[in-house]
């Protein structure tokens, strides 16, 4: 069966600080990758997906990277945090080519900018 | 644009049936998700309509009509641990999933 792991599960950084969040999937091959942010009470917002290793494209800009090392490894990072980095950030990934799209998130993490 | 609009917040009782809206405006159209979110967890997946009609699984239902970009979530004989965010999400043209708010569903006793 496939797993989707992130970590870490929450952090509290300084602003200005730099970040790294990680997800891995386990069980599948060549999948779709995601990272969200989920600001309370709002929607998801898409930041970033993959549909292969080194190929990431940007919904919208700002100071989050992202990179896709491996095929199953996807990692958000940041090299000066902002008060409004804070967030819900979840992973995610979904079978490539499946019509439907749906998707399998990760536990999420929650950070927290000072 | 894009917008999915939900209601922000809903309350219902222990054992009555809600009923949660979804209204969608999408470049195009490959099939709408139901997810239920509890605080501070990550979504997980209810449902998925793709064809105009009801779709059930055992308490929850849920409804689509494509040409009235509407659909809804439908759960039965509420249980207090109904009590959580569910999102609705279209599927666009480019099988990119268009995230509503989310609609918080408070359940009493």
């Known amino acids: 069966s496939q797993t989707i792991h992130q970590w870490p599960a929450t952090l509290v950084q300084p602003v200005g600080s730099p970040l790294s969040l990680e997800c891995t999937v386990e069980g599948t091959s060549n999948p779709n990758l995601y990272w969200y942010r989920q600001a309370a009470g709002r929607g998801l917002q898409l930041l970033f997906y993959?549909?292969?290793?080194?190929?990431i494209s940007s919904e919208v800009p700002q100071n989050l990277s992202a990179s896709r090392p491996q095929d199953r490894q996807f990692i958000l990072s940041s090299k000066k945090l902002l008060l409004s980095d804070s967030g819900f950030y979840l992973c995610a990934w979904s079978v490539r080519g499946l019509d439907t799209g749906e998707l399998f998130f990760g536990e999420g993490s929650r950070l927290t900018v000072l | 644009g894009q917008n999915i609009d939900q209601p922000t917040e809903m309350t219902a009782t222990e054992g009555a049936i809600v009923q949660i809206n979804c209204t969608y405006q999408t470049s195009g159209f490959n099939g709408l998700f139901w997810y239920q979110q509890h605080a501070g967890e990550a979504p997980t997946f209810l449902s998925y309509n793709v064809l105009d009609g009801l779709e059930e699984k055992g308490r929850f239902s849920s409804f689509l009509s494509r040409s009235k970009g509407y659909s809804y979530l439908l759960l039965k004989e509420l249980q207090m641990k109904d009590s959580a965010s569910y999102l609705c999400?279209?599927?666009?043209?480019?099988?990119?999933?268009?995230w509503g708010a989310g609609t918080k569903l408070i359940i009493k006793p």
């Open positions: 999400a279209v599927s666009d043209s480019n099988y990119q999933l268009i």
């Open positions: 993959s549909v292969g290793i080194g190929q």
